[in-house]
C-alpha cells in the first residue's frame, strides 16, 4: 500500500488534474461569444474538481472532506453537461467529447472510492 502525504498523492486527484488542463484546452477553443458564458463556466468546474479534492484533504473531520468531495462530484456532472452543450453546438468532436466524457466517468469512480475510504 502506497503512503498517502498529500492530496497530490492522490490518484482521483491526478486524474482530476489531468481533466482540468484538458477542459482548459477546450474552453480555450471555444467561439469568442463563449468567452464570458461556456468557456468561464468550464475553467471554474474544471478547477473545483482538484481544488475541492485539496481543501477536502486539508480538513480535520471525515465529514468536512466528504461535503468536499460531493461538491467535486457535482463539477464532474456539470462538466458532463457543458461538454454535452459543445457537443450540440458543434465546438466539440464527438471523439473529444467521448474521451473526457469518459475521463470524466473515471474520476468520478475515483471520488467515490475515496470518500469512502474514511
Excluded at 469568442?32 to 475553467?43: F, M
Excluded at 477536502?56 to 467535486?72: L, Q, T
Excluded at 465546438?91 to 469512480?109: H, I, M, N, T, V
Aim: charge should be positive; include cysteine.
Amino acid at each position: 500500500m502506497r503512503t498517502i502525504r498529500s492530496f497530490e498523492d492522490l490518484d482521483v486527484w491526478k486524474v482530476g488534474r489531468e481533466l482540468r488542463k484538458e477542459l482548459y484546452s477546450v474552453a480555450d477553443r471555444l467561439p469568442e461569444k463563449e468567452s464570458y458564458n461556456l468557456a468561464a463556466q468550464i475553467r471554474s468546474a474544471a478547477i473545483s474538481l482538484t481544488a475541492n479534492i485539496a481543501e477536502g484533504y486539508g480538513r480535520f473531520h471525515f465529514k468536512e472532506n466528504i461535503r468536499f468531495c460531493r461538491m467535486s462530484r457535482g463539477s464532474a456532472y456539470e462538466l458532463l453537461d457543458h461538454l454535452t452543450t459543445c457537443k450540440d453546438q458543434g465546438y466539440l468532436k464527438e471523439k473529444d467529447y467521448q474521451d473526457l466524457y469518459a475521463g470524466l466517468s473515471r474520476f468520478s469512480q475515483l471520488l467515490n472510492g475515496y470518500k469512502w475510504l474514511y
